[in-house]
Antibody, heavy 120, light 107 residues
Framework: QVQVVQSGAEVKKPGASVKISCKAS????????MHWVRQAPGQGLEWMGI????????TYAQRFQGRVTVTRDTSTATVYMELTSLNSEDTAVYYC?????????????WGQGTLVTVSS | DIQMTQSPSSLSASIGDRVTITCRTS??????LNWYQQKPGKAPKLLIY???TLQSGVPSRFSGSGSGTDFTLTISSLQPEDFASYYC?????????FGQGTKVELQ
């Protein structure tokens, strides 16, 4: 079972950007599609986007288009998610999660989550 | 986007109760429906995938059914560790949307 560890909590001011990392314990991680999912306080889960195993292709939810960038460094088995132009509504826990294929599958493992707080 | 309607949003139940949570999608997704359990401060945990397949290590009191647009998660006999939130999720197409969640509380 792949273990993934996300970077620590962040506090950002409105208008700033945040970049979160998700690092795996083994290189089989590089066979998986990686998703980013967020959860605002007391709210449900919201899918943000996906990156393929090589890092050559991404798909984002329409509401984050232009503000989110997901990248991948296969040499270090790490995936990154950058979100720009932060506002208070972006305060949430952000999770990375892995699946074996682009669709028709499930998220078999998750990071522990990273809390991003946006406050002036 | 595929819309997910999960119900109820919360329920109160007792140990040993049979609990049923439903999830309806706005268009057919075949069997590409997963169920996750989430406890406070923790990442979601996969329970059921492709509508009815029990994830390894998940107790057999959990079961899933359905296809097309209507799906059900059943807990046959609620245990103390089952008090949590539950989410359905479709993986048929992007964005891979989640239901709004169901919080299962102790009555």
């Amino acid at each position: 079972q792949v273990q993934v560890v996300q970077s620590g909590a962040e506090v950002k001011k409105p208008g700033a950007s945040v970049k979160i990392s998700c690092k795996a314990s083994e290189y089989s991680f590089n066979n998986y599609y990686m998703h980013w999912v967020r959860q605002a306080p007391g709210q449900g889960l919201e899918w943000m986007g996906i990156i393929n195993p090589t890092g050559s292709s991404t798909t984002y939810a329409q509401r984050f288009q232009g503000r989110v960038t997901v990248t991948r460094d296969t040499s270090t088995a790490t995936v990154y998610m950058e979100l720009t132009s932060l506002n208070s509504e972006d305060t949430a826990v952000y999770y990375c999660a892995g699946s074996a294929s682009y669709s028709g599958t499930y998220y078999g493992y998750w990071g522990q989550g990273t809390l991003v707080t946006v406050s002036s | 986007d595929i819309q997910m309607t999960q119900s109820p949003s919360s329920l109160s139940a007792s140990i040993g109760d049979r609990v049923t949570i439903t999830c309806r999608t706005s268009q057919s997704i075949s069997v590409y429906l997963n169920w996750y359990q989430q406890k406070p401060g923790k990442a979601p945990k996969l329970l059921i995938y492709t509508a009815s397949t029990l994830q390894s290590g998940v107790p057999s009191r959990f079961s899933g059914s359905g296809s097309g647009t209507d799906f059900t998660l059943t807990i046959s006999s609620l245990q103390p560790e089952d008090f949590a939130s539950y989410y359905c999720q479709q993986s048929h197409s992007t964005p891979q949307t989640f239901g709004q969640g169901t919080k299962v509380e102790l009555q």
